[in-house]
Nanobody
Framework: QVQLVESGGGLVQPGGSLGLSCAAS????????MGWYRQAPGKERELVAR???????NYADSVKGRFTISRDNAKKTVYLQMNSLKAEDTAVYYC????????????WGQGTLVTVSA
């Protein structure tokens, strides 16, 4: 059993910055990928960024150069630093955990709302 608890969402003005964190607990396997997805109203959930246990990262083109994902394996926590925020970044952000070991497992957090508005 794996649980994810997100924090850090809120309201920010365009051009501002916000940081999200996601703490994992339970039966965490050391080989895993953690990431952030988002879902805006009326749109499908999309990948924002992900990072594996050795630090390899992937970013959506729309956030490259503005968002940075990082993780602390000892704390079982993944972070998302969001800079130069735009109105189109407004969405519910979901933390995701995925591993193939010892069997395939995918877990989602409850989501945290990020609103970018003047």
């Amino acid at each position: 059993q794996v649980q994810l608890v997100e924090s850090g969402g809120g309201l920010v003005q365009p051009g501002g910055s916000l940081g999200l964190s996601c703490a994992a607990s339970g039966s965490i396997f050391s080989i895993n990928t953690m990431g952030w997805y988002r879902q805006a109203p009326g749109k499908e959930r999309e990948l924002v960024a992900r990072i594996n246990n050795v630090g390899s990262t992937n970013y959506a083109d729309s956030v490259k150069g503005r968002f940075t994902i990082s993780r602390d394996n000892a704390k079982k926590t993944v972070y998302l630093q969001m800079n130069s925020l735009k109105a189109e970044d407004t969405a519910v952000y979901y933390c995701n955990y995925y591993t193939k070991y010892p069997r395939s497992l995918e877990v989602w957090g409850q989501g945290t709302l990020v609103t970018v508005s003047a």
